[in-house]
């Protein structure tokens, strides 16, 4: 597995604001795998809680050691933020709190620096083991997004008793947005 940081930045002044911690998989023959491919293989048989662990644990050790230059994080004290995809079988683990603060003890990363992306699709599939690990999560510091938003049962009912606290729009919705429409329109609905 390699990891891989893609830049947030602040569209009005170009600022990095924080990354995105990405897998890919080398693969000895196919060469890189796109998780499309092994992501959903991970997840049915369950080791995408060994590979969000590894991905958490790298992540969270490599940010912490990097150098801050100030006005480029999120917050005014620490690190720049750090953004990861959660799967719903990650949610679902009865350790996965435990694991999340384990891993932040030892990198010594913030938990007010992390933020956990969860498919809207997830979402609307969480069990009650996984919205309350949500926010147990959340009193720790950790902040969650909605990935994909408009793809699920999407409903801003649902989000009421969630620890959501972004959403990000599903690509189909907003790949148009420039041209005007009703694309358009309804973005600006949902912000």
């Given at each position: ?91 679902q683990s ?10 932040l003890a ?86």
């Open positions: 597995m390699q990891l891989l940081f893609q830049p947030i930045c602040d569209l009005d002044t170009g600022s990095l604001r924080g990354v995105e911690a990405t897998v890919r998989w080398d693969h000895p023959r196919r060469g890189t795998v796109a998780p499309a491919v092994w992501h959903p293989l991970a997840e049915e048989s369950g080791l995408i809680v060994d590979v969000g662990e590894w991905l958490l644990e790298q992540a969270c050790s490599a940010v912490s050691r990097w150098p801050t230059v100030p006005g480029e994080r999120l917050g005014e004290d620490g690190p720049l933020a750090l953004t990861l995809k959660v799967s719903l079988r990650q949610l009865d350790t996965f709190v435990a694991m999340v603060q384990r891993v030892a990198s010594g990363f913030p938990a007010s620096s992390l933020l956990f992306e969860v498919t809207d699709d997830a979402l609307t599939r969480a069990s009650a083991t996984a919205r309350d690990q949500m926010q147990r999560l959340h009193h720790l510091g950790i902040r969650f997004i909605v990935d994909d938003f408009g793809m699920g049962a999407s409903s801003l009912g649902y989000l009421q008793g969630l620890a959501v606290d972004m959403l990000k729009i599903d690509r189909t919705f907003v790949q148009g947005v420039a041209r005007g429409g009703s694309q358009t329109a309804l973005a600006r609905t949902i912000v």
